[in-house]
């Protein structure tokens, strides 16, 4: 069936740690698991994205892994600011849509 | 390029009423999404166009709901008879459909309060 389990829901991290946010997904067919930031008032925003062929993809301060055996895959956000906070969800794709986590509420307390 | 622009923004409108919402995707993605956000939730896919062709309607899309894309350019959502359960935030999305599995870009959306 389609589902993606999103952990942790809520996420509390002083600025300047990392946080890290992770899915399990069940569709085995899924090839391409994008990650959106989602701020108040406003829709998502795509941040980063990977393919299934990849297992790693860094960009500045976000990189996203994928372990496609065991179906997880986890964004990481190093050095983080005050703009980070927001919420943040996975998705996956096999074919046209994007099956949605249930997001993660990320607070960066100054 | 602009981005996905949706309108309006808000609407709050009585039980009963129908209301249409409008989507201008990216200029030259000929891929068109919808999809609905409740509170704390994830965006559900409600339905798709490539090009002017409706190709899927997810069941969440009662009979109540109608999309169209004449043209193939922007999108209308109505929903006829609102319901309070209708209230949520209704996105839209655009891709420029070179894969199967290409990136969706995200309007702001727009906020549905049925009272």
């Known amino acids: 069936g389609e589902n993606v389990e999103q952990h942790p829901s809520t996420l509390s991290v002083q600025e300047g740690d990392s946080a890290v946010i992770k899915c399990t997904y069940s569709?085995?067919?899924?090839?391409?698991f994008p990650w959106y930031k989602q701020e108040l008032g406003k829709g998502p925003q795509l941040i980063i994205d990977?393919?299934?062929?990849?297992g790693e993809k860094k960009d500045q301060r976000i990189a996203v892994t994928l372990n496609k055996t065991a179906k997880h895959f986890s964004l990481h956000i190093t050095e983080t600011q005050p703009e980070d906070s927001a919420v943040y969800f996975c998705?996956?794709?096999?074919?046209?849509?994007?099956?949605f986590g249930t997001g993660t509420r990320l607070k960066v307390l100054a | 390029d602009t981005g996905v622009s949706q309108n309006p923004r808000h609407k709050i409108t009585k039980r009963g009423q129908n209301v249409t919402f409008r989507c201008d995707p990216i200029?030259?993605?000929?891929?068109l999404y919808w999809y609905r956000q409740t509170l704390g939730q994830g965006p559900e896919f409600l339905t798709y166009f490539q090009n002017e062709a409706q190709l899927e309607k997810s069941r969440l899309l009662s009979d109540r709901f109608s999309a169209e894309r004449p043209k193939g350019s922007f999108s209308t959502l109505e929903i006829q008879r609102t319901e309070q359960g209708d209230s949520a935030m209704y996105l839209c999305?655009?891709?420029?459909?070179?894969?199967?599995?290409?990136?969706?870009?995200f309007g702001p959306g727009t906020r549905l309060t049925v009272l």
């Open positions: 569709d085995s067919a899924s090839n391409y």
């Open positions: 200029s030259e993605h000929n891929r």
């Open positions: 998705a996956y794709s096999g074919t046209y849509k994007y099956i």
């Open positions: 999305a655009s891709s420029f459909g070179g894969d199967v599995t290409d990136t969706q870009y």
């Open positions: 990977i393919r299934s062929n990849v």
